[in-house]
């Protein structure tokens, strides 16, 4: 047992997930006068993001680590809890839930999950680097607009991205498709061309110089972009819940009804 256990403590909430969905639930929660928890693996996709600019009641922009330290001190001012842990397992154990990471274990009538999900991004050293400095955005709905009227590529398989360059050309007539892989992309490739987007040859390398972007063909051109959006999927802890019986859609997202919640009662 470990100084973060409590096993004969049962909790109203447990919230799995420090980013901003669940500190605003712990917020709430705790303003409810419910007893709240919020365990955390420090990986919020939030904490990626260098500024942004369509958060409300930050007209001058704010960092994710800074949204994400302020979001906490308020959870925290109304006594919400934490502790720095991954959660490796859920289950039941009659009408609580019970959670583990590692030798710790927490008790709870209901929980919260508020993972979100984590960019599967290009495997290169660069990466922190580029994000830090705008060359690489993760959200296009988020940072868009930020690259208004200038170069734009979009990085992953072509039957994927397509969708997204047609997004971004409301933003940009000059976005380009830069596949990873072109393969079974037909239909993908004739939506490109159909808005005018430019598609560059399949399996090309992507670099970054410190500033920008740049996509070296095959045949060793490169086309250099002031901003690249890669679109490589992503990861989710649904398995944590599908566990319990949770119904996941076909493409692996958690069904919920119009209260968030699951098919099982008390997990959100």
């Given amino acids: 047992m470990t100084g973060t256990d409590r096993r004969d403590e049962v909790l109203d909430v447990v919230v799995v997930g420090g980013g901003p969905a669940g500190l605003t639930a712990a917020t709430y929660l705790r303003r409810f006068h419910r007893s709240c928890l919020v365990l955390d693996s420090g990986h919020s996709r939030a904490r990626w993001i260098p500024e942004t600019n369509n958060c409300p009641g930050f ?3 704010v960092s994710g680590v800074d949204l994400l330290r302020k979001m906490k001190q308020q959870a925290a001012s109304f006594d919400a809890r934490f502790e720095s842990v991954a959660v490796d397992s859920l289950r039941r154990d009659g009408d609580l839930f019970v959670l583990r990471a590692g030798d710790a274990q927490w008790r709870a009538r209901c929980v919260i999950l508020a993972t979100g999900l984590s960019d599967n991004l290009p495997q290169v050293p660069w990466v922190e680097e580029a994000v830090a400095c705008h060359a690489l955005r993760l959200c296009s709905i988020c940072d868009a607009y930020e690259a208004t ?3 734009i590529g979009v990085y992953g398989p072509l039957a ?10 409301s933003y940009s007539s000059r976005v380009v498709l ?3 892989d072109g393969a079974g ?13 430019e598609v560059l040859p399949a399996g090309g390398v992507l670099e970054f110089d410190g500033e920008r972007c740049s996509y070296r063909l095959p045949d060793g051109r490169v086309e250099t972009f002031d901003s690249v959006y890669p679109y490589l999927g992503a990861r989710t802890t649904a398995g944590l819940v ?7 859609s076909d493409s692996g997202e958690i069904v919920v009804d119009r209260s968030q ?6 997990l959100y």
Avoid: N
């Avoid at 994927?160 to 050309?169: K, Q, Y």
């Avoid at 599908?242 to 996941?248: M, N, P, Q, Y």
């Avoid at 919640?261 to 008390?266: N, R």
């Fill in 59 to 61: 007209p001058q922009g």
């Fill in 149 to 151: 009227d200038t170069r």
């Fill in 160 to 169: 994927d991205t397509a969708a997204h360059g047609v997004f971004l050309r």
């Fill in 178 to 180: 830069l596949p990873s």
């Fill in 185 to 197: 992309a037909e239909d993908a490739l004739a939506q490109a061309r159909a808005e005018g987007i």
């Fill in 242 to 248: 599908a566990s319990l019986g949770a119904k996941l």
């Fill in 261 to 266: 919640q699951t098919e099982v009662p008390g």
